[in-house]
């Protein structure tokens, strides 16, 4: 007895509900594997909904040199300033550091992950909305924590050219001489831990600002505490 | 030769010239019941099998006319997209099973009981008694999420050990986050909600309080589903008294709450 013939689908159609559920599947993959972003910026969107800041403009991603993280993605959304720190997988960036802005310029230390004792460099971040500042003076005055022991307390002077729209970029290093350098690195470490908010209450950190025009005029003078 | 090889013969020679082979099964046998067919009316008619064979062959024509004609219509790119896509088509569905146990380890982290369990289903421990339980579904909306309050509870504990007397109220509330991106993964900005009451006590967040001793709202990421979040949640050194408690968030141009009564649920 014959068998009876099927009435199979064209090929054409066969191949595009092949392609469709290999779309299908493709998509369960994605979400099965985790969901892995495949790039810094697209990283960083989903930690910005996920912490419910922004949609903010990206104003510039920084090699800070830091062996902890590849670089620092740095953002303003309008209302406050973020810092996130992008690893080389991707995936494994997923802290994001907010600060709301109080006034026309806003101060951040980069966090790091380093031990309080062995910070080398402290990126710092001066937030502005001053587009003709070219160029920027930070002064911090910088105590180490009572714990460390020793007495320490020094300002650091800082200068920056405009480099980038929408903040100056300040690399804070040991100036106080090898034997101040583990009580230094408390001291960045204090700063550092401003930038995250779960962290010691109680620093405060006297800082001054002033910015200046392309022909050295000073335009903008502030003095703040910096406090998480 | 006998009818039914020259039937073969004939088939197999049109079907060579089909250039995708997986096709020549398939048009071979379609080739055959059109032979069989034709044959059928001949033997039925009182041929004899070899002689009807001979005959429709001879009537089919040229077997390297039709496989030209064959050529033509059953073109291989096709084919091999058509294989293509059934390799791919397996492939993905390895891939994605091959993920599925990585998924439901990651996913299991965040199946455990939540700290606060007992708030909700029992009325009353050693340690104390639930004065009030509510289910208030309040909710709110931001970046994609669905915030909602799924249940409250408030409690009185009384109770001593050999140190201390310990007399304090607690509430305790579940807030479930909801989104369908499946991708998005747990709202990190959950640590940011406060809370304030009707008599104008603030419960900041705890990543903002300014010490340990204040009103302060602390929480825990439980468990996550596929599309959801909860979130064991409660307010420390609660003060009792209030006639609603409201969670808020006010941070990046956004400002939401979700207003939970503290009228009208079951008081225990």
Known sequence: MRLLKRHSLPRWAKIMRNLFLTAMALGLLYIFAGAPVFSATQAFRRVERKNLVGPSEVLAILDISDECFESLLIADDGKGVIMFPIHEKYSRSTSLYYQEKTGPVTVMAAPTPREPDAIEMLTVILFDDMPDAAGAELTLSLSAAEWTGVEFAKDYTLTARREYDGFFRFELRHTAGDEYYETESYAFSELSEITDCFSNPDVHIPATVNLFDSSGSLIYEQNMVLTS | MNGEYRIEQWCDTACSYIRFKPDRAGVKQELLWHFEDKCNVLTEAGVSFDEAAREVTADM????????????????????????SKWFLALAVIAMLIAIPGFHNRRAIYENKPMHERAYTQTCTEYGTRTFYTEPGCSAQSDGYTFTVTRAAQWHYDWADERDAHINDGFYFT???????TWAGAPDGVKY???????????????????????????????????????????????????????????????FSMHIDLAGGESD
Do not use: C
């Open chain 2, 61 to 84: 024509g040229s077997p390297e006319e039709t496989g030209r004609l064959l050529r033509v219509t059953h073109k291989p790119y096709l084919g091999w997209i058509w294989v293509a």
């Open chain 2, 175 to 181: 807030i479930r986050a909801t989104n369908l991106l």
């Open chain 2, 193 to 255: 909600f406060y809370a304030v009451d009707s008599n104008g006590n603030y419960y900041v967040s705890n990543y903002n309080r300014p010490d340990s001793d204040g009103l302060y709202m602390v929480g825990n990421l439980e468990s996550q589903g596929l599309f959801s979040y909860t979130y064991d949640m409660w307010l420390e050194n609660y003060v009792s008294g209030t006639e609603w408690i409201e969670i808020r968030y006010d941070r990046s141009g956004r400002s």
